[in-house]
């Protein structure tokens, strides 16, 4: 992994090269989102405060990961709060 500042960057070392088919992607979004159901369930019941954070490159597909994500999600449980931060 690289670093910068004293800091490790998890980004550099993605491998790009990897992917699914359609058909293999669609079985894993189902099952996750099943469990995230799940997840959300427990959560809500247990009273577990939760942050999910983003990180990534512009245009990395954040905002549709986000959309997914709260479009899974029973919106009575849910609080959507975006921050933005632009580096110098």
Request: hydrophobic residues 45%; negative net charge; glycine residues 6%.
């Amino acid at each position: 992994m690289a670093e910068h500042g004293g800091e490790t960057l998890i980004l550099p070392a993605i491998d790009l090269t990897r992917s699914l088919t359609e058909d293999a992607y669609q079985l894993r979004y189902e099952a996750c989102e099943r469990r995230l159901h799940e997840l959300q369930y427990f959560i809500h019941r247990e009273k577990i405060p939760v942050i999910i954070l983003f990180e990534g490159w512009d245009a990395a597909g954040k905002g549709g990961a986000i959309i997914r994500l709260d479009r899974a999600l029973n919106p009575a449980a849910v609080s959507l709060n975006l921050l933005l931060h632009r580096a110098a």
